[in-house]
């Protein structure tokens, strides 16, 4: 079965990973990734990749930005953002420029924050305003 | 010049009573050619070969999917284009190219703009568009899942495979993912496409769709979906990849392009190997991922 027009870009389809489904090895993709499901391994993604509330990965996770819900066994490098929400779990440390932690949510490990440039915070100031 | 293959029983014989009006177009937009006629299983393969061997650089098959994966699996050269004129019970490779009707695909024809699109082998035969196993295929040899319009004989193909469904085991598959990702997962259906199919800006990538068993809310979405042909949203795993080996427990029946096809294990791949179909749009010439 095909997936709706409107979710593909010119580089192809995301990728989705539900919660039924076991993992073992790397998952890469330059699309965007979701994965609900367990992972035994590391997951690249060139954009946004998703840990769901279900998820539970053994692994280092690296891409773009990072939004994790489930549980995370490693380390996650995020380009720009990493956001733990309140069911998400991790043990591990956290690179990124920006991280986000919620009520509720378990970080354990050190976080390494890589300054915005001045740039960066000029855009970010102008998208606050 | 342009090489008909019509498939005479495609569309339950409705190819047989379109072929004077069809000739009778295509003579007036300029691309009349040789027809000819299948009689047997495979028949296309060997039509489409012996046609090319001829010196043909066009090839239209005038029937359905099952029509089409058989010319397919007969084009020998890269030259070689091939155009559908739909008139199958299923058509949904020439729907993807843009085509709904004979009369617009003999527009379609004359107009000849080209996509190239990659093959997939799957074992030791080639398709490009579907193939699926669990309980879609099931359906597919146990309900007549043609899109049917009318309200009546869908709601007559939903009750039966509501029915079906309900008795459906689901199988337990193992996939091996571009030679060193292992996936496990209870599986209700699998289909793989080439991502190109749904979207022509992609490369050309297997995309690979698993669906979960559905619960019952799931399962009416489901097969409605499935019986429209349409898009199925809830429940679903999905990934590219160059390259899977698929196991089940147990074994199951596999179809390509509407047509069973072997059973699994299977191997299935993308391949360098290119089709340039005539297709309502003309898209980017191929790509190969490899």
């Known amino acids: ?129 | 010049m342009y090489y008909y293959i019509l498939n005479p029983v495609a569309g339950k014989g409705s190819v047989s009573t379109l072929q004077e009006k069809l000739r009778l177009r295509l003579r007036e937009l300029g691309i009349d050619g040789e027809f000819a006629k299948t009689t047997g299983p495979d028949d296309a393969t060997k039509m489409a070969k012996a046609a090319i061997e001829k010196g043909h650089t066009t090839i239209v098959v005038v029937g359905g999917d099952g029509t089409v994966n058989e010319v397919v699996n007969g084009i020998t050269k890269e030259n070689v284009a091939v155009g559908i004129i739909p008139a199958g019970n299923s058509n949904m490779l020439a729907h993807r190219l843009g085509i709904n009707t004979w009369q617009q695909a003999c527009e379609v024809l004359a107009a000849r703009r080209l996509t190239s699109y990659g093959l997939i082998a799957a074992g030791q035969k080639y398709f490009l568009s579907t193939l699926t196993l669990g309980f879609e295929t099931d359906l597919d040899k146990q309900v007549e899942t043609a899109p049917d319009t009318k309200l009546r004989s869908r709601v007559g193909q939903f009750v039966q495979g509501w029915g079906h469904a309900r008795n459906y085991d689901t199988l337990e598959c193992r996939i091996i993912i571009d030679g060193d990702l292992e996936l496990t997962a209870p599986l209700f259906s699998l289909s793989i496409t080439n991502q190109k199919f749904d979207n022509p800006l992609a490369p050309n990538k297997l995309l690979v769709t698993l669906v979960d068993t559905p619960n019952r809310r799931q399962l009416t979405s489901y097969l409605w979906n499935v019986l429209k042909k349409d898009d199925i949203e809830e429940g679903v795993s999905r990934f590219g990849a160059k390259r899977v080996v698929i196991e089940t427990t147990p074994p199951t029946g596999i179809m390509i392009d509407g047509k069973l096809s072997g059973r699994t294990p299977i191997a299935i791949r993308l391949t360098n190997k290119q089709i340039r179909f005539i297709t309502e749009k003309q898209f980017s010439t191929f790509k190969p991922e490899d």
């Open chain 1, 1 to 129: 079965m095909a997936k709706k027009q409107d979710v593909f870009g010119v580089s192809g389809t995301d990728t989705v990973i539900g919660s039924s489904v076991k993992l073992k090895g790397n998952l890469s993709s330059e699309t965007d990734i979701t994965v609900d499901g367990t992972l035994v391994g590391n997951i690249k993604s060139g954009g946004h990749l998703t840990i769901g509330v279900n998820a539970h990965i053994t692994g280092n996770l690296s891409a773009t930005s990072i939004t994790i819900a489930g549980q995370v066994d490693g380390n996650v490098l995020a380009v720009d953002s990493a956001s733990v929400m309140e069911t998400g779990q991790v043990h591990g440390d956290i690179s990124c420029s920006r991280l986000e932690v919620g009520m509720g949510g378990v970080f354990v490990g050190m976080s390494k924050m890589k300054p915005l440039k001045a740039t960066e915070l000029e855009a970010q100031a102008g998208s606050d305003s």
